[in-house]
Nanobody, 122 residues
Framework: QVQLVESGGGLVQAGGSLRLSCAAS????????MGWFRQAPGKEREFVAG???????VYADSVKGRFTISRDNAKNTVYLQMNSLKPEDTAVYFC????????????????WGQGTQVTVSS
């Protein structure tokens, strides 16, 4: 069983930056593909970024060039650096772990954190 805890969310003005962290316990993250998702009010949860065991990365088109996902296996932590934030980035951000591999669908992921709120003001 993997427990995931996100942190680093908050209120920021458009154009600003935030770094989200996802700390894991219960199992080493090095054997999982990790993903960040987000969910805005009234919308479905959507894929934001993913990172493989070997640190290959993939991004949603809406965040490409602005967000960076990374992992520190020694700290059992995954990060999401978010730059040039826009009001449309406002959402609850979730990290997730997959034991089966890459996926843009929520069903691919076995474990989820509780989420952290990101609010971008215009």
């Amino acid at each position: 069983q993997v427990q995931l805890v996100e942190s680093g969310g908050g209120l920021v003005q458009a154009g600003g930056s935030l770094r989200l962290s996802c700390a894991a316990s219960g199992h080493t993250l090095s054997t999982y593909v990790m993903g960040w998702f987000r969910q805005a009010p009234g919308k479905e949860r959507e894929f934001v970024a993913g990172i493989s065991w070997s640190s290959n990365t993939v991004y949603a088109d809406s965040v490409k060039g602005r967000f960076t996902i990374s992992r520190d296996n020694a700290k059992n932590t995954v990060y999401l650096q978010m730059n040039s934030l826009k009001p449309e980035d406002t959402a609850v951000y979730f990290c997730a772990a997959s034991s089966t591999g890459w996926g843009f669908n929520v069903r691919t992921y076995d474990y989820w954190g509780q989420g952290t709120q990101v609010t971008v003001s215009s």
